[in-house]
């Protein structure tokens, strides 16, 4: 790549970058004429408009210093510019990103890139607005690269955690960082996370920091809580006011900061870069008021709260972000009731949240799961050993309502019986999005988590049956024992039913936990990818939940499990066939013995482990 520059003293550049040349007055919406690129010569005086404090932009002198072409690929230059005034103290910022660059009252583009960091200079990177103004030439292809927590690797391997979503997670606050390179790089967009408690700014801004972002403290005015535009949004958003993009609104807040380049009345064009590069997106978008802007060598940043929606971001691409002023955007209206009881049983405090989500594949799991743990986080009486008791439900659109109920008991995996908890809750809406057909649409996401003072869990220990010859058609009792994390045996009598067909010999009762009699056909799940929301709606409502014991009579021939389908007591041949002639994108598993559940008993407890009875059946 070839950067033509300017060379002249230094002396005579900070001269020049005290004045701002040609326009005394921020810029106001609507068309603009536009600089030619091909007539921009180092040595240029510019001004850029930003915001500082409040939401007021200011004038700051740029001298143009040179042109990086094919910067950003073929055809695609970078104009490198010096800042001064305030930006000789702040340097390039966290939110600067899209403040348009102006000469002679023309349009050259948006600051989008900055020179590395602890640079003593305020040297900055233009996006031009040509390639700012491509954005609206897009379809709703989605590229690539786009940035989303779902491609982490773990850096300490001989650490065992749980799949999925918290796993990845985890990794980031122990992967390794690279060393800084002294290169024009993207100016990190400052994530806000206001509401949030201090333990879940901590476990998830390195989920941000390793996709180049940088979480900042900020806030949000009372008006950031619905996504409906504000009755002003015809009028708002003039060139170089600060923007928030809206990730969650409500109780618990999370914006994206950056700056507006351009408003033609209806549309806007902003940030100079991408946000996560998602391509087409339905984001709210809010403006944004900044309290100020921290100077610092390493990591210059404003510190804003974003105030009320004006409108929806649609498109997320390289050069720019595009939004469209007035249009509403979809998000999921989360309502989550917590309560915390003491050892009698008795309520001793509840909280009451309510907030919505953005709605991305990959993104919307991840902030389920940041908003769960945010919220139970923050309960003072937490210990330890507490349990949690979750129950949700699910509205989706056009489908069967999905309830979800699992407990989480502490455990010796070196993550908080919070963290735990929140993974596994993310874990059911990265299920539920990863159909490639279509995104789901959720009406409504209702969940209550209770607060046990107790680690409640119990192990099943053993069983016993007053006469091991049974009768086909009878119901047979069968007392089970579990031992507690603490306290008095447990013991329980079930009446198992033997069905009236079931062949004379030998059988077996099992009693089991749902890890147990799920394993096989969870294994099924991960093979193959579903890609039917019905069907994953089914799939979600036939899982198993942890406080139950599970009672099966269990035969000598094989099951085989395929997605959601189970195929028990299989006959040999049949199995042979299936295996010699199943599709090469399509697999299954199968187990030795078919399991035939019977019954299931609710515990007030997490259940683990399993027993086989031996009965013999006349």
């Known amino acids: 790549m070839l950067l033509r520059v300017l060379i002249g003293s230094g002396l005579c550049l900070y001269t020049a970058l005290g004045a701002i040349p040609n326009m005394t007055e921020p810029p106001k919406a609507g068309k603009v004429e536009l600089f030619p690129e091909d ?19 200011e004038a700051v002198p740029v001298e143009i210093v040179g042109i990086w072409e094919n910067a950003w690929g073929p055809k695609q230059n970078i104009i490198i510019g010096k800042m001064g005034g305030k930006a000789i103290r702040t340097n390039v910022a966290g939110g600067m990103s899209g403040s348009p660059v102006y000469i002679d009252g023309k349009l050259v583009g948006a600051i989008s890139l900055r020179l590395s960091v602890f640079s003593p200079d305020a040297i900055c990177g233009i996006t031009p607005i040509r390639l700012m103004l491509d954005v609206s030439d897009f379809d709703q292809t989605r590229p690539s690269n ?33 060393g800084e390179t002294p290169m024009m790089t993207q100016i990190a967009t400052p994530i806000s996370m206001s509401g949030f408690s201090d333990e879940a700014v901590q476990q998830f801004a390195p989920v941000f920091q390793q996709l180049g972002l940088m979480v900042s403290q900020g806030g949000a005015g009372g008006t950031l809580n619905s996504a409906t535009p504000a009755k002003d949004w015809a009028s708002a958003l003039r060139p170089g006011e600060p923007v928030a993009a809206v990730m969650v609104a409500g109780d618990m807040n999370m914006t994206g900061g950056g700056t507006v380049t351009y408003n033609d009345g209806k549309r806007i064009l902003a940030f100079g870069h991408p946000m996560f590069n998602l391509g087409p997106v339905d984001m709210p978008l809010a403006k944004d008021e900044i309290i100020t802007t921290l100077a610092s060598s390493y990591q210059p940043t404003k510190m804003g709260n974003a105030t009320e929606v004006v409108g929806a971001l649609t498109q997320d691409r390289h050069s720019a972000i595009a939004v469209e002023l007035g249009a509403t955007a979809q998000m999921i209206p989360v309502n989550m009731h917590v309560s915390s009881y003491n050892l009698d049983n008795s309520i001793h405090s509840t909280r009451d949240f309510h907030f919505s989500v953005f709605v991305d594949k990959k993104w919307t799991p991840y902030l389920m799961m940041a908003t769960l743990f945010s919220s139970i986080s923050q309960l003072n009486d937490f210990s330890e050993e507490a349990t949690f008791r979750l129950h949700g439900e699910l509205k989706v659109a056009g489908q069967h309502k999905i309830e979800l109920r699992t407990m989480q008991a502490p455990s010796e995996a070196p993550v908080p019986t919070p963290m735990l908890l929140a993974g596994w809750w993310g874990d059911k ?55 507690p994390y603490r306290g008095d045996r447990i013991e329980r009598t079930i009446d198992v039913k033997i069905p009236a067909g079931l062949a004379r010999g030998e059988h077996e009762i099992l009693f089991s936990d749902a890890d147990t009699l799920s394993r096989f056909q969870n294994i099924a799940q991960t093979l193959n990818r579903i890609e039917d929301i019905p069907q994953t ?19 000598s021939q094989p099951t085989v499990y395929s997605d959601e389908k189970v195929l028990p007591s299989l006959p040999a041949s049949i199995l042979n066939v299936m295996q010699s002639g199943r599709a090469v994108n399509h697999q299954f598993v199968s187990a030795p013995e078919s399991a035939h559940e019977q019954t299931s008993v609710p515990f007030d407890t997490v259940v683990t482990g399993s027993y086989s009875l031996k009965i013999h059946v006349n």
């Open 39 to 57: 007539a921009l010569k180092p040595g240029m005086q510019a001004v850029a408009w930003t915001v500082f404090q409040g939401s007021t932009p």
């Open 146 to 178: 786009g940035l989303a927590p779902g491609t982490m690797a773990r850096a300490d391997a001989s650490v065992s955690l749980p799949p999925g979503m918290l796993q990845r997670v985890m990794a980031a606050g122990t992967a390794s960082s690279f």
């Open 429 to 483: 809406f990265n299920r539920l999005f990863i159909n490639s057909t279509k995104t789901p649409k959720l009406d409504a996401v209702d969940v209550s988590v209770d607060l046990l003072p107790e680690g409640l869990t119990a192990q099943i220990e053993s069983a016993w049956i007053g006469d091991n010859a049974v009768t086909p058609g009878t119901d047979v009792p069968v007392k089970v024992f579990l031992h």
């Open 537 to 555: 709606v089914a799939m979600l409502n036939d899982e198993r939940s942890n406080n139950r014991l599970y009672v099966s009579l269990i035969e």
